[in-house]
Structure formats: structure tokens, C-alpha cells
């Protein structure tokens, strides 16, 4: 049973590319994971496609303000998805990498804007979301902190891949840990 005096040792960054952002209707298209000490060095990674059905994917990118400003990335994506695995196989692989690295340590969620890829876990990978701890560190609260404080915020090259994206995730978190 997870407490809510747990120390945390470890955090498991996630980021997900999506559809869009209504987890009821949108889908999954890509998943990275980098598993890091408390401290920030990696422990180890993971990073698949998430395979969804051609039609509906396309269907539901077309009505994406995002998908359609940038559509070399948004068919990188869809090729991504549509080379990718299943659900399933997806959430499996990700709880057998977490019991390998964690065992039965508290998981506590990080990323940027955790709160909407954690919606999304929650959906579709509900065996995760049980997993995962309540608390969450979120680099965007820093973010926040930093631009109300009137100081320079991280820049980053948005280049909007999954691990990419965790990757500045950590970066950011870094330059706002020591400016």
C-alpha cells in the first residue's frame, strides 16, 4: 500500500502523443517512458507506437488545429502508430519495465503537463493507472513558478516526438533545479 509519507527514489517520465485531448474520444499514438533516479539519471527507457486503426487515426488528426499545422510531423506519427503495437501489449511491456525497475516502490509520474497524459492513462491503460502513485511531478508548475518570479523559462525545440519530449521534459527540470 502506497503512503502518502513515501519518499520518492524514482520517477517514471511518460509522454504520449495523442489525436487530440478529449481521452473519451481521442487515441494513443505513441508512448515513451524514461525511468530515472530521484537525482534525474536514467535507469532505463521505453518508447513504442501504439497501433490504431488507419481511418479512424486520420479522421480524428483532421479535426486537429496542431495535426494539420504540421503535417510532416502528423504523418510521422500516423506511420509510427500504424508500425506500433497493441494496447495491451503496450500497458504490459510498460508494467513489466516499471516491476523490473521499481519492484514494489511507489511510481510517481512525471512529465509536462503530466495531468492530460495521466487522463489518457487512466482510459486506456488501466492497469497503469492502479500502478502509479496519486502524486505527480509536473515540470510545468516550475515553468509557472519561473515566468510569474519574472525569470527565463526553458526553451525548447518542439520537436513534439514522444521521447523528444520527455527528454526536454527532464532538461527543463534541470534548468529550473539550477538556473
Do not use: C
Not at 511518460?14 to 534525474?40: H, R
Not at 502528423?74 to 513489466?96: F, H, M, N, P
Not at 519574472?150 to 513534439?160: D, L, M, R, S
Request: glycine share 4%; no cysteine; net charge negative.
Amino acid at each position: 500500500m502506497q503512503n502518502s509519507h513515501d519518499i520518492p527514489k524514482n520517477l517514471l517520465w511518460l509522454d504520449l502523443e495523442m489525436t487530440g485531448l478529449e481521452a473519451s474520444t481521442d487515441l494513443i499514438l505513441e508512448v515513451a517512458t524514461i525511468l530515472t533516479k530521484f537525482d534525474l539519471v536514467e535507469i532505463n527507457s521505453y518508447e513504442s507506437g501504439v497501433k490504431q486503426d488507419e481511418a479512424t487515426m486520420r479522421s480524428l488528426l483532421h479535426k486537429n488545429d496542431f495535426a494539420k499545422s504540421r503535417p510532416l510531423q502528423t504523418e510521422e506519427l500516423v506511420q509510427t502508430s500504424l508500425a506500433g503495437k497493441d494496447q495491451t501489449t503496450v500497458e504490459q511491456e510498460i508494467l513489466q519495465l516499471i516491476e523490473l525497475t521499481f519492484a514494489n516502490e511507489p511510481v510517481y509520474l512525471a512529465g509536462n503537463s503530466i495531468h492530460m497524459d495521466r487522463t489518457f492513462i487512466k482510459e486506456y491503460w488501466p492497469q497503469l493507472h492502479v500502478r502509479l502513485h496519486y502524486r505527480m511531478l509536473d515540470v510545468s508548475s516550475f515553468k509557472l513558478w519561473y515566468l510569474g518570479k519574472g525569470k527565463q523559462p526553458f526553451v525548447k525545440t518542439e520537436a513534439h516526438t514522444a521521447l523528444s519530449d520527455i527528454k526536454e521534459s527532464i532538461a527543463e527540470l534541470q534548468h529550473y533545479q539550477y538556473p
